[in-house]
């Protein structure tokens, strides 16, 4: 790389201390991530999201966090060590638990291929993660899966972006169970078992404010149950080049079903959301803000966790 190249990348990029050094007892303000995504063990708390030095292509490595009360964390440690494998990346790891397994699905980009989702699998939380399978099809531009389980089905959702497509896409394909009964494979030798998504809706279906003109895009998607109706997060670019939150309700109950915009649920230049429940039992909603980008400064993104009892969905 060349000496105006790096420099543009050292400029425009965002930067942080690098690598990541282990902490203990950090507030969640001390830690730079975005796409966060939390997992209640019953004893405690994992954090994982996407981290990055320069640009958000360059980590390497999924990590995770640990917390005992949701306010002081410890970390990072490795959940995936992909430093010496063709990927590059590594944005928006998502933990899921379904018939006692857990599945972990990033977004990777494949050294002269597409980014795509991909799937690693463990028997913790934690760690010891295999590598699995590719989970969007490998001649398209994917990212942000998240899953969703019911009836011995796997709903698997996830963006096909505005890249490809100008209008960014989410969509849904249906594995059952057993079809992520996988054996590991070698990091560089995932195969490809992707399945043909139905189109649930697209960036330019937002009705809460115009998106972005030229980049329509469709990210950070998680389903969550609330009052007895299926709910589906997503992000945007609104016109102006906010990032927000926003919200979409299933008409009959099932996730690959037809989808209601209802507005958006945070505004503030933040979004890339998912839900979880604490150990007293209270739902709550964890989001990346905000969506930043300082000059010669150290990047500034970190989680933010709200009550979703006190969200209000808001309608223009």
């Known amino acids: 790389m060349g000496l105006y190249k790096k420099l543009r990348k050292y400029v425009t990029g965002r930067r942080m201390l690098w690598p990541p050094q282990y902490r203990e007892g950090m507030e969640l303000c001390e830690i730079n991530v975005r796409d966060p995504f939390i997992v209640n063990c019953g004893d405690g708390y994992l954090m994982t999201g996407t981290i990055y030095h320069y640009n958000y ?6 990590v995770g966090w640990k917390s005992a009360d949701l306010k002081s964390w410890d970390g990072p440690f490795t959940l995936i060590d ?11 790891p998502e933990i899921h638990k379904v018939g006692g397994r857990f599945f972990l699905l990033v977004t990777l980009r494949p050294a002269g291929g597409k980014r795509g989702v991909y ?16 989970l969007t099809p490998e001649d398209e531009n994917c990212l942000d899966g998240t899953i969703y389980a019911k009836g011995g089905k796997i709903y698997f959702t996830y963006c096909r972006e505005y ?4 209008d960014g896409q989410i969509l849904c ?20 078992i992707a399945r043909s998504g139905k189109l649930l809706f697209k960036g330019s279906d937002n009705t809460f404010r115009p998106t972005l003109k030229k980049q329509k895009v469709t990210d950070g998607l998680f389903y969550f149950e609330k009052d007895g109706g299926l709910y589906l997060l997503w992000s945007t670019h609104l016109a102006g080049g906010t990032y ?7 008409v009959n109950g099932e996730p690959d079903g037809e989808f209601t915009q209802l507005g958006a649920v945070y505004e503030k230049n933040g979004g890339h959301a998912m839900v979880f429940t604490d150990r007293e039992g209270a739902d709550m909603l964890v989001l990346h803000a905000p969506n930043a980008r300082e000059i010669f400064g150290g990047a500034v993104e970190h ?14």
């Not at 992909?82 to 928006?92: I, L, M």
């Not at 799937?119 to 590719?134: M, N």
């Not at 890249?163 to 100008?166: N, S, W």
Request: charged share 25%; net charge positive; with cysteine.
């Open 173 to 192: 394909s249906v594995f059952d169970e057993k079809d992520f009964d996988i054996k590991p494979c070698k990091m560089n030798e995932m195969p490809c």
């Open 57 to 62: 292509s360059d980590s390497g490595t999924c």
């Open 244 to 250: 927000a939150l926003l919200a979409a309700k299933s």
């Open 82 to 92: 992909g430093k010496n494998s063709v990927y590059s990346d590594f944005w928006a």
């Open 163 to 166: 890249t490809d497509v100008k």
């Open 303 to 316: 989680a933010v966790i709200l009550p979703l009892g006190k969200i209000h969905i808001k309608q223009n």
């Open 119 to 134: 799937l690693f699998i463990s028997d913790r939380a934690d760690g010891g993660y295999k590598p699995a399978a590719r």
